[in-house]
């Protein structure tokens, strides 16, 4: 009986701190999510907002950007869970939240075909070299800004 109680107090000891260490992400409302705006892309790459998503995970492509290109500072920004969604102004959401680095809590919706018609992912008619395109993302429209942090 003293074994028992002894194996039943040591495994209630593991399960206890094995809990106790993991961090679960808030489980948010349908059509809600969180991150922080990762880049910005100029005409070449569609004038988007790109946001790694923390939560919900799987919304958004794994990829990278290159940072600027051809500059003996060039850099490789890899991440993991990213969405775009065209400038604010386009949207009407306050294009000050649209910096690198903010973090933002947000409703976000499917892109529809009016979305499409009406502009809202057009390129200007500029000409970009064949290495210029748009890094890997999901596209969403943001339609409401719920919380944000700069």
């Given at each position: 009986?003293?074994?028992?109680?002894?194996?039943?107090?040591?495994?209630?000891?593991?399960?206890?701190?094995?809990?106790?260490?993991?961090?679960?992400?808030?489980?948010?409302?349908?059509?809600?999510?969180?991150?922080?705006?990762l880049?910005?892309t100029?005409?070449c790459?569609?004038?988007?907002?790109?946001?790694?998503?923390?939560?919900?995970?799987?919304?958004?492509?794994k990829?990278?950007?290159?940072?600027?290109?051809f500059?003996p500072?060039?850099?490789?920004l890899?991440?993991e869970?990213?969405?775009?969604?065209?400038?604010?102004?386009?949207?009407?959401l306050?294009?000050?939240?649209?910096?690198?680095?903010?973090?933002?809590?947000?409703?976000?919706?499917?892109?529809?075909e009016?979305?499409?018609?009406?502009?809202?992912?057009?390129?200007?008619?500029?000409?970009?070299?064949?290495?210029?395109?748009?890094?890997?993302?999901t596209?969403?429209?943001?339609?409401?800004?719920?919380?944000?942090?700069?």
């Amino acid at each position: 009986m003293k074994t028992k109680m002894i194996l039943l107090t040591i495994s209630a000891s593991f399960l206890l701190i094995g809990t106790m260490g993991c961090e679960k992400d808030e489980i948010l409302p349908q059509n809600q999510a969180q991150g922080k705006v990762l880049f910005i892309t100029g005409a070449c790459e569609g004038y988007m907002v790109f946001i790694e998503v923390d939560n919900p995970k799987g919304i958004g492509k794994k990829g990278t950007h290159t940072i600027n290109r051809f500059s003996p500072t060039e850099e490789v920004l890899e991440y993991e869970n990213v969405i775009n969604t065209p400038y604010f102004n386009r949207i009407n959401l306050p294009p000050e939240l649209m910096k690198e680095g903010t973090w933002l809590h947000f409703e976000y919706r499917e892109v529809t075909e009016e979305d499409i018609n009406n502009g809202l992912f057009d390129r200007p008619s500029v000409i970009c070299q064949w290495i210029w395109g748009t890094p890997p993302s999901t596209s969403y429209i943001i339609s409401k800004i719920i919380a944000h942090k700069p």
